[in-house]
């Protein structure tokens, strides 16, 4: 059974920071391309960054170097470190994975609330 389990959100304050965390499981996670994605309230989900299996990384442009997505094979999750963050980045954070790039995310967590305010 495919599992993707997201931690790591909260409130923090505009210029913070925080990491948030996906544990994958149930699937071969060091194959699969890993996206994180986030939908804010009244707004579509946006693409945030995705990394594939060896490693290469893209990024949405309203990202502007301040988030950095990373994995750990030996652990089965997948990582996305924000820095600067501003109101604009309140959303619940996903974490996806798809078999290549090009592909559909065919898997999902449940999400993790992300709120930035002082």
């Known amino acids: 059974q495919v599992q993707l389990v997201e931690s790591g959100g909260g409130l923090v304050q505009p210029g913070g920071s925080l990491r948030v965390s996906c544990a994958a499981s149930?699937?071969?996670?060091?194959?699969?391309?890993m996206g994180w994605f986030r939908q804010a309230p009244g707004k579509q989900r946006e693409l945030v960054a995705t990394?594939?299996?060896?490693?290469?990384?893209t990024y949405a442009g309203f990202v502007k170097g301040r988030f950095t997505i990373s994995r750990d094979n030996a652990k089965n999750t997948v990582y996305l470190q924000m820095n600067s963050l501003n109101p604009e980045d309140t959303a619940v954070y996903y974490c996806?994975?798809?078999?290549?790039?090009?592909?559909?995310?065919?898997?999902w967590g449940q999400g993790t609330q992300v709120t930035v305010s002082s």
């Open positions: 149930g699937f071969t996670f060091s194959s699969y391309v």
């Open positions: 996806a994975s798809a078999p290549r790039y090009g592909a559909r995310y065919d898997y």
């Open positions: 990394i594939s299996s060896g490693g290469t990384t």
